[in-house]
T-cell receptor, first 114, second 112 residues
Framework: QKEVEQNSGPLSVPEGAIASLNCTYSDRGSQSFFWYRQYSGKSPELIMFIYSNGDKEDGRFTAQLNKASQYVSLLIRDSQPSDSATYLCAVNTGLTGGGNKLTFGTGTQLKVEL | KAGVTQTPRYLIKTRGQQVTLSCSPISGHRSVSWYQQTPGQGLQFLFEYFSETQRNKGNFPGRFSGRQFSNSRSEMNVSTLELGDSALYLC???????????FGQGTRLTVV
């Protein structure tokens, strides 16, 4: 089982719709979770950071974390063509007393169609 | 507030050579992590430094090494380059353990 799993997509949604991206992880001790957006040829850009169970909203983005189910999701409301990119889920699998270590999923390609 | 700065942005090296990449983290951030991104393997963790100490290391051969200076700037070195080392090398800056991590623009290394 991979440590961090995402559907590779592509996920296609019409402009203005809600895009829902999902991620599961295997390490129950993981304490912080990230969603990055990466355009082709560019570096990952941090979209959301969450560490507590529940929802966290920032503009059109909402991250949802459920540690019991080992599941983290990202909702993008009012999707725009500029949201078309690869979305990477990352989990900090570092240990307390150790160091940071982000483990990434393979990414979900999102296409927002006009 | 300045972001994470990586230099150089692009490098072309020959097999067998060595290379040094540099990363300057966000001011106040003491943790610097390095990652390799390739189309086949995705993003993979290399190592992490905090206050000049390596705290965590990924599963890469000893040809990959790094260090961190007292001003939190970090360098990574790859010796005896192989064709398979061609990749985008990214560094991430964090204030502390389990906090937000921001990436630099990356260094694209091509080994010929």
């Amino acid at each position: 089982q991979k440590e961090v799993e995402q559907n590779s997509g592509p996920l296609s949604v019409p402009e203005g719709a809600i895009a829902s991206l999902n991620c599961t992880y295997s390490d129950r001790g993981s304490q912080s979770f990230f969603w990055y957006r990466q355009y082709s040829g560019k570096s990952p850009e941090l979209i959301m950071f969450i560490y507590s169970n529940g929802d966290k909203e920032d503009g059109r983005f909402t991250a949802q974390l459920n540690k019991a189910s080992q599941y983290v999701s990202l909702l993008i409301r009012d999707s725009q063509p500029s949201d078309s990119a690869t979305y990477l889920c990352a989990v900090n699998t570092g240990l307390t007393g150790g160091g940071n270590k982000l483990t990434f999923g393979t990414g979900t390609q999102l296409k927002v169609e006009l | 507030k300045a972001g994470v700065t990586q230099t150089p942005r692009y490098l072309i090296k020959t097999r067998g050579q060595q290379v040094t990449l540099s990363c300057s983290p966000i001011s106040g951030h003491r943790s610097v992590s390095w990652y390799q991104q390739t189309p086949g393997q995705g993003l993979q963790f290399l190592f992490e430094y905090f206050s000049e100490t390596q705290r965590n290391k990924g599963n890469f051969p000893g040809r990959f090494s790094g260090r961190q200076f007292s001003n939190s700037r970090s360098e990574m070195n790859v010796s005896t380059l192989e064709l398979g080392d061609s990749a985008l090398y990214l560094c991430a800056s964090s204030r502390d353990l389990f906090t937000e991590a921001f990436f630099g623009q990356g260094t694209r290394l091509t080994v010929v």
